[in-house]
Nanobody
Framework: QVQLVESGGGSVQAGGSLRLSCAASGRTFKHYAMGWFRRSPGKEREFEGVIGGDNRKAYYREDVKGRFTISRDWANETVYLDINSLKPEDTAIYYC???????????????WGQGTQVTVAS
């Protein structure tokens, strides 16, 4: 049974940093892309970034470049999202997802985690 489990969410002050983790289990995803999405209050879920499986490159939504960093531990099937200089508008449920290609569309990702809540206080 495939599972993606996010962790690391919580309440933080604006300006702080946070590391989210997503551990995959049930099968290997070494050749798959692993991405991060978020759903802010009152908004649709949107793409934040993705890291490829084979090319190992990371791609980000333009607005978060420089503050969001995605990394990956291939041996442990875990992907990380480091967020710096947190802003109140980063408050959201953050989801990790796995798919065959490092794209931005949700439809490319067949496996999803349950999400982890991040709340940024001003």
């Amino acid at each position: 049974q495939v599972q993606l489990v996010e962790s690391g969410g919580g309440s933080v002050q604006a300006g702080g940093s946070l590391r989210l983790s997503c551990a995959a289990s049930g099968r290997t995803f070494k050749h798959y892309a692993m991405g991060w999405f978020r759903r802010s209050p009152g908004k649709e879920r949107e793409f934040e970034g993705v890291i490829g499986g084979d090319n190992r490159k990371a791609y980000y939504r333009e607005d978060v470049k420089g503050r969001f960093t995605i990394s990956r531990d291939w041996a442990n099937e875990t992907v990380y999202l480091d967020i710096n200089s947190l802003k109140p508008e980063d408050t959201a449920i953050y989801y990790c997802a796995v798919g065959p290609l490092p794209g931005r569309q949700e439809a490319l990702f067949g496996y999803w985690g349950q999400g982890t809540q991040v709340t940024v206080a001003s």
